[in-house]
């Protein structure tokens, strides 16, 4: 428990630090923009696979299929979707990296 009170903590200053110091490197307002970009991106994709899941889950509910699966796809793009929309450099940086 406290390793989570800690990581609440200790990750929203490190992205804070990082913003500043890319901001010092590039400008204020391109840290801004590339930001919005992350959003707009995280957003993008997110609507494409949610709209192919919805499909692909009224596909297998006309065949007589539960669509378990499609849901779970669903939550996972809808969790996937918040965290591309939530600023941050860290996270973009360790999605590329990895």
């Given amino acids: ?5 800690i990581l609440l903590v200790a990750i929203p200053a490190i992205e804070i630090g990082t913003f500043i110091w890319i901001g010092n ?10 930001i919005l970009l ?3 991106f995280g957003i ?7 709209l192919s899941t919805w499909k692909d889950a009224q596909n297998a509910m006309q065949a007589g299929i539960s669509p378990k699966e499609q849901i779970l796809d669903s939550l996972g793009i809808f969790a996937g979707a ?3 929309f939530i600023p941050g450099f860290i996270r973009l940086y360790n999605k590329w990296c990895w």
């Fill in 1 to 5: 428990m406290h390793w989570l009170l």
């Fill in 44 to 50: 993008t994709i997110a609507r494409k696979q949610g």
């Fill in 38 to 40: 992350t959003g707009l």
């Fill in 25 to 34: 490197i590039i400008g204020g307002w391109w840290v801004a923009i590339l």
């Fill in 82 to 84: 918040i965290l591309l």
